[in-house]
């Protein structure tokens, strides 16, 4: 019954934007905590900024400033906008939901940044 399905990776340049989505399954949006994970090939996936159901978020020190987690409760959707992008933001972007110590993934979506 959880769904997790990312969209809007791609290709951008150094410096460019880019905006990621999660549709969420409604059974479990509204009150399990969502968040922004990557994983760079050959390292460990890290945690990039979570949001709770009230608006409490968090950011990773390496994306503080630049990227901005949101959450449309109505329509059980998550974003990632990424502002200023960099190459070391190249990695596969997951979208998590968690609850106390139960975790949902999405299936990732590819971001790339380079020239």
């Known amino acids: 019954q959880v769904q997790l399905v990312e969209s809007g990776g791609g290709l951008v340049q150094p410096g460019g934007s880019l905006r990621l989505s999660c549709a969420a399954s409604?059974?479990?949006?509204?009150?399990?905590?969502m968040g922004w994970y990557r994983q760079a090939p050959g390292k460990q996936r890290e945690l990039v900024a979570t949001?709770?159901?009230?608006?409490?978020?968090n950011y990773a020190d390496s994306v503080k400033g630049r990227f901005t987690i949101s959450r449309d409760n109505a329509k059980n959707t998550l974003f990632l906008q990424m502002n200023s992008l960099k190459p070391e933001d190249t990695a596969v972007y997951y979208c998590?939901?968690?609850?106390?110590?139960?975790?949902?993934w999405g299936q990732g979506t590819q971001v790339t940044v380079s020239s």
């Open positions: 998590n939901a968690r609850l106390l110590y139960v975790n949902y």
């Open positions: 409604r059974s479990i949006f509204s009150m399990y905590i």
């Open positions: 949001a709770t159901t009230g608006g409490t978020t």
